[in-house]
């Protein structure tokens, strides 16, 4: 791993423009490098946050972006549970990704069959890894410390062959839910974490803290030869000790 960076910001009307400036500058990196930007998405406020910024930004392109789902929701598009249904209608439609650029779950499949599919879906566009190598990967946590769908104590912790893993007893609901495994997190070129809100403070504590030791899945994400960053605000850095970096909307990264 490149190392760990936790970045503390005031608030999250602070933290917003840097994951912005996070995602446009290794998008741009990675075009330079390898001609495309693969970016996994996940759901939650995350949503609502980057589609936000990176709206409010002014020359963005994204023609050259292969966006995939950290985890989704076995639901229908239109449901309002679907991630992907959430990125569309605030995100993907006022932007020039193009179709083919986004890759979803096939909703009408089986837990099983639809977790099979968008595997075979990522080989494709990963045709010379084993695991994908995403170029970023942005992750929440709850505040049971799961994050993808990988929830605490749960078997999938411990899988190892699998890219994407169907998973039918979630125990935050919808239950039917398929999510990428920790052999493709750890893999990529750079995963962001960002959390907010006073009920992430005891167990960002804890998964920050204890390191490998941590029995919360967030606390497995060590990418291999990747980044890691960890941007947090105020109210869920509250109980650290451990050195932070405080920034503020300006910083680079």
Same mark, same amino acid.
């Given at each position: 791993?490149? !190392?760990?960076?936790?970045?503390?910001? /005031?608030?999250?009307?602070?933290? =917003?423009?840097?994951?912005?400036?996070?995602? +446009?500058?290794?998008?741009? @990196?990675?075009?330079?490098?390898? =001609?495309?930007f693969?970016?996994?998405?996940?759901? !939650?406020?995350?949503?609502?946050?980057?589609?936000?910024e990176?709206l409010?930004?002014?020359?963005?392109? &994204?023609?050259?972006?292969?966006?995939?789902?950290?985890?989704?929701?076995?639901?229908?598009?239109?449901? $309002?549970?679907?991630?992907y =249904?959430?990125?569309?209608?605030?995100?993907f439609?006022?932007?020039?990704i193009?179709?083919?650029?986004?890759?979803?779950?096939?909703?009408s499949? /089986?837990?099983?069959? &639809?977790?099979?599919?968008? +595997?075979? @879906?990522?080989?494709?566009?990963?045709p010379?890894?084993?695991?994908?190598?995403?170029?970023?990967?942005l992750?929440?946590?709850?505040?049971?410390?799961?994050?993808?769908?990988?929830?605490?104590?749960?078997?999938?912790?411990?899988?190892?062959?699998?890219?994407?893993?169907?998973?039918?007893?979630?125990?935050? $609901?919808?239950?039917?839910?398929?999510?990428?495994?920790?052999?493709?997190?750890?893999?990529?070129? &750079?995963?962001?974490?960002?959390?907010?809100g006073?009920?992430?403070?005891?167990?960002?504590?804890?998964?920050l803290?204890?390191?490998?030791?941590?029995?919360? /899945?967030?606390?497995?994400?060590? /990418?291999?030869? !990747?980044?890691?960053?960890?941007?947090?605000?105020?109210p869920?850095?509250?109980?650290? +000790?451990?050195?932070?970096?405080?920034?503020g909307?300006?910083?680079?990264?």
């Amino acid at each position: 791993m490149a !190392g760990r960076r936790v970045l503390v910001f /005031p608030s999250s009307a602070e933290l =917003g423009p840097v994951l912005a400036q996070l995602v +446009t500058s290794r998008a741009g @990196k990675a075009i330079g490098s390898h =001609g495309r930007f693969t970016l996994g998405l996940s759901g !939650g406020s995350l949503v609502s946050m980057l589609s936000k910024e990176l709206l409010a930004l002014s020359e963005l392109d &994204c023609s050259k972006w292969l966006v995939g789902f950290c985890d989704e929701r076995l639901v229908s598009f239109d449901d $309002p549970e679907s991630t992907y =249904g959430l990125y569309k209608s605030q995100l993907f439609s006022k932007i020039n990704i193009p179709e083919s650029g986004i890759l979803t779950i096939d909703c009408s499949l /089986p837990v099983n069959e &639809c977790a099979e599919d968008y +595997t075979r @879906k990522l080989k494709e566009v990963f045709p010379d890894d084993d695991f994908p190598v995403f170029d970023l990967l942005l992750l929440g946590m709850g505040p049971d410390g799961h994050t993808c769908s990988l929830f605490p104590d749960h078997p999938l912790l411990e899988e190892t062959k699998k890219i994407v893993a169907p998973i039918s007893d979630s125990p935050k $609901p919808p239950p039917q839910r398929v999510t990428m495994t920790f052999p493709v997190v750890n893999s990529a070129r &750079c995963v962001a974490f960002i959390s907010t809100g006073g009920s992430k403070a005891p167990v960002l504590k804890e998964v920050l803290e204890d390191g490998e030791a941590s029995p919360f /899945p967030a606390a497995r994400v060590v /990418p291999t030869k !990747g980044e890691l960053f960890w941007l947090v605000d105020e109210p869920a850095a509250a109980s650290l +000790t451990i050195q932070v970096e405080r920034l503020g909307s300006g910083a680079k990264l």
